[in-house]
């Protein structure tokens, strides 16, 4: 699953930010110096993702100042699906996917395609200081290198090897951030 579109309505310092063409990037490095709204960009795709934590607008650090936190992003799934997602924080968070013409109602659930990993785990999963770089363009070379096709790489996981990643995947960040490299 790659995002493919983010459109930021408003969320914390962000506002009417467009971004799209996204899936046909390898890689996207998000970089800027301090305050400019890198943190904010990654707590907004999670939560579109996930829903807003906290749901309530008025306990939500990024509740912007007509406090209507608000925002849509646009998925491209392995096979060539999109969804589109979309959300609002208002009184109470709402949210909408949308595949092809069947609309779901999210309200502040986790969007289905990443339900099956922590949204903890995905945070730490998508976010790399600059010493770790190296480390993940490592990786994926080396599966490229191993003859690993993009199709091979994005099979559905069972339910144990879904658990038995975010486990092993939770542990290798709590051990890096610490300051154990493994």
């Known amino acids: 699953?790659?995002?493919?579109?983010?459109?930021?309505?408003?969320?914390?310092?962000?506002?009417?930010?467009?971004?799209?063409?996204?899936?046909?990037?390898?890689?996207?490095?998000?970089?800027?110096?301090?305050?400019?709204?890198?943190?904010?960009?990654?707590?907004?795709?999670?939560?579109?993702?996930?829903?807003?934590?906290?749901?309530?607008?008025?306990?939500?650090?990024?509740?912007?100042?007509?406090?209507?936190?608000?925002?849509?992003?646009?998925?491209?799934?392995?096979?060539?699906?999109?969804?589109?997602v979309e959300r609002h924080l208002r009184t109470r968070p709402a949210g909408r996917a949308w595949r092809g013409?069947?609309?779901?109602?999210?309200?502040?659930?986790?969007?289905?395609?990443?339900a099956w990993l922590e949204r903890g785990t995905y945070l730490a999963l998508h976010a790399f200081d600059a010493d770790e770089l190296p480390v993940s363009f490592i990786v994926r070379r080396d599966a490229r290198r191993a003859g690993a096709s993009a199709a091979t790489r994005q099979k559905p996981m069972s339910a144990a090897a879904k658990r038995a990643v975010s486990q092993r995947m939770k542990k290798y960040w709590a051990e890096r951030r610490a300051g154990h490299k493994t």
């Not at 310092?13 to 305050?35: F, H």
């Not at 013409?101 to 990443?114: C, F, G, I, K």
């Open 1 to 84: 699953m790659r995002i493919d579109r983010i459109h930021v309505g408003a969320y914390g310092p962000l506002a009417e930010l467009e971004l799209d063409g996204l899936a046909e990037q390898d890689v996207l490095v998000v970089y800027g110096p301090n305050e400019a709204g890198k943190s904010s960009l990654r707590s907004f795709i999670a939560s579109l993702l996930y829903g807003f934590s906290p749901a309530a607008r008025e306990d939500h650090p990024a509740t912007p100042g007509d406090g209507h936190a608000h925002g849509e992003l646009e998925l491209v799934l392995p096979g060539g699906g999109r969804v589109r």
């Open 101 to 114: 013409d069947a609309q779901e109602e999210l309200a502040n659930r986790p969007l289905s395609e990443v």
